[in-house]
């Protein structure tokens, strides 16, 4: 079921079919949906978000239940095992750890005697955080986004989320947000909780930054609101690509496969080997593996239309098919991964040698696990610290440093034909 | 003409209207259009970028006269004076010895003896820089979105721009982007160029990343490919925000002001003072220079729609009104403006004391001239080499350390419903 391509142009057409899996026209349509969405919340305010939550998600809640209540924060605290209370605790204390390093920093200068240059680094007032529901409701999503929230410093980070029966949400979810010091949690989801965020409600700030994913309704809702405030990224179905050379072991390769795989019917899990034999090898332990995995009809899905096995000739090759990916996880399964990293240039993350599969960076390694998908890792990067943070240019001139720049000011003023610029350097000049 | 207000809510209401003036609905049926010029660009290429040369910039082209010749980069330079070339040289030296500065480097680190992770930045492979045409064809554009590009190390940089009369290019933009190192240009402009460049034609490449002002048209197809390429914002008309107190002269004040609103009508000129005195004095001024004024009747409009004076009782108010505008340029023209400067939270480029004007910062400071507007200063920042770079998380487990972590991934995996993810940490201890 696993196709293995052996040619490189066949390889090349297929991977940009992958990577386009969600650039379809399909979602054209969706877009009339998620603006009308918008309009209302923005009109209606919280009655919209109580009417397109018994819509949407099936449940009838009321203003007063709109926030979840501290009750209900501490209930979740009974609800999680103690042993689960502290993997999420061992999780959240290696991200952070992580996420703690090189936090951009204030710089100022003196460019020289006359002028003070910098760069001033603050945190956004507020964040909003987007935690998916239904099945793919993950304790690590709310470390992933909080943590470089907190640790960039915003004072106040809100959460959203829509709620499951009976108007609950998952406690695991609940417990996360807390050991990350995130409490004011709204039972929201969907367009109508990205809209909020963005407008406001009565219940609901406005946030300067949306961050987190969701499914085509709150990636569309967040690309439209993007301008009015900050967003992440615009987060499709997840990936994975495997480089592996003779050294690889096949069930490795093949189970990892799989933990993209079991994602969601769009994900992608693509293995490009110098070794024809690990080819057969993987794609035989995928078909044994699926017979028996709990997910099985998503995850043969997902490995019939976005799986691939691409052999080459060299890794050089391999690399060079990995940058027109540009995967969204990377594994380096081969001898020397190091050496390997050179050759590439597009990849949200590398997981390096035969022990680091991608599940330690989904979970705890420290790395964020938002990365971009689809390709934008040509452009983008893993969420981080600095997406909750901007900088202002910091710039003092003495008269006497004026006096210098003048001329060259006054020529390319004229130039664009901006008189009053030209003006604003001289009268200040006339006064020395 | 520039009107006074003393009341602080009156003043925010203000602030809020004039920070919203792009957010109208006027915007919305722009969308369709935009839309429709872009799916043609994907289907027929070439052809509907001299399709709607001949109709929206009332140019017939040929599809060899898209790119720009080495003959005309040549005769630019026979164009311009060489006063002003000396201009451009100087303003692209200090822009780029900003620039230089703390570009992100790589970097790993063994987290613990048998964890490495680390971050490895690297530049984007193409960049597309979007320079208007017509009024607003400035040099200092296309240095402020070159510069950053090339210190980054991207490796093809192209240029687009619109043709003005008789298919030609302002010779001061084709000598400023070769000062800056690009020779690939584009003579389109609009939502089609923007459109070339999300998903290339036969003769202009699909780039990575987007950077550069336009029109509305320019600003909502940047939106619309965002998502398939990078972009560096959502750029709005042009504002600036001053604090003033009494040691601040009111010609600098209502010159600084001017030059802002000559940019556009649509730019906004807001003054914040403590000195009731100087609120008058600087309306008295504006309105002697707008009699004079070569812009005269766009900088008028943009006084009366969008010109504003406050008078606060002190400082800390005018630093309250100035983060809930979010200004994209901050002049502080009082006494201590470093002091003042810890009650900003939001400004894209600060301005401080006296000899100072924004102008400098425009042209040649060094610091970035495209800077976050409307607002966005409260989640954004300045365009900068970042835009043009992108990292991938690293991270090398040994067996050793990944046995340390099976325990809490297993439990997490169990609590997501993801078996695969905990397999594949299972089956490499099977090993050790």
Redesign the interface.
């Known amino acids: 079921m696993l196709r293995i391509i052996t040619q490189k142009t066949e390889a090349e057409a297929e991977l940009r079919r992958i990577c386009d899996r969600i ?1 379809d026209d399909q979602m054209i349509h969706k877009e009339a949906t998620v603006s009308e969405v918008i309009q209302t919340v923005r009109r209606k305010g919280d009655a919209a978000l109580l009417h397109y939550t018994a819509e949407f998600d099936r449940q009838d809640i009321t203003q007063a239940e709109l926030r979840v209540s501290g009750a209900e924060l501490d209930a979740a605290y009974q609800q999680v095992n103690s ?2 209370l ?3 605790e ?2 959240h204390a290696r991200i952070e ?2 996420h703690r390093q ?1 936090v951009p920093k204030s ?1 100022v200068q003196f ?1 020289d005697k006359d ?3 910098g ?2 680094y ?1 945190p ?2 507020i964040a909003g955080i987007y935690i998916p529901g239904g ?1 793919a409701s ?3 999503t709310v470390l992933m986004n909080a943590v470089p929230a907190m640790v960039a410093g915003v004072k106040r980070v809100v959460m959203v989320t829509p709620p499951g029966g009976s108007k609950t949400i998952n406690p ?1 979810i609940l417990v996360a947000a807390q050991v990350a010091g995130v409490e004011e949690i709204y039972r929201v989801g969907g367009a109508q909780a990205i809209a909020a965020l963005a407008y406001g409600t009565e219940t609901i700030p406005n946030v ?2 949306i961050t987190g994913p969701g499914n085509v309704y709150v990636t569309l809702a967040k ?1 439209q609101v ?5 967003i992440d990224s ?1 987060a499709g179905p997840s990936e994975v690509l495997i480089i592996a050379d003779k050294t690889a ?1 096949p ?2 390769v093949a ?2 496969m ?2 993209q ?3 969601d019917q769009m994900a992608a899990a693509i293995l490009i080997t110098t070794d024809a034999r690990l080819a057969t090898r993987v794609t035989e332990e995928v078909e044994r ?1 699926l017979e028996q ?3 099985r009809l998503l ?1 043969e899905k997902a490995i019939a239309h976005y799986g691939l096995v691409v052999v080459v000739e060299n890794l050089k090759i391999a690399a060079d098919l990995s940058n027109l990916f540009a995967p969204e996880h ?1 594994e380096l399964e081969v001898e020397e ?1 190091w050496d390997l ?1 050179d050759s ?25 696990h938002t ?2 998908t ?1 390709g ?7 969420l981080g610290v ?1 997406t909750f943070m ?10 006497e ?2 006096k210098e ?1 003048a ?3 006054a ?3 004229e ?11 001289r ?2 000049l006339e ?1 020395i």
């Open positions: 650039h042993e689960l502290k993997a999420i061992t999780a750890a992580f090189r710089w460019a002028v003070v240059l760069k001033r603050t956004v007032d099945k993950y304790p690590s695991a300067d930054v690309k993007y301008g009015r405030v900050g615009l072991n069930v490795y189970t990892d799989l933990a795989a079991e994602h593996l995995h709990p997910r995850t990377l991964p990293l590439i240039r597009h990849a949200g993350a590398i997981f390096l040698g035969h022990a680091t599969p991608e599940a330690v960076g989904d979970y705890l390694a420290g790395p964020n990365l971009p689809s934008a890792a040509r452009y983008a990067s893993a600095e901007k900088h202002s240019s910091l710039i003092q001139y003495t008269p440093a004026l720049v001329g060259a000011i020529l390319l003023t130039a664009e034909g901006l008189p009053s610029h030209g003006d604003s350097v009268v200040r006064d």
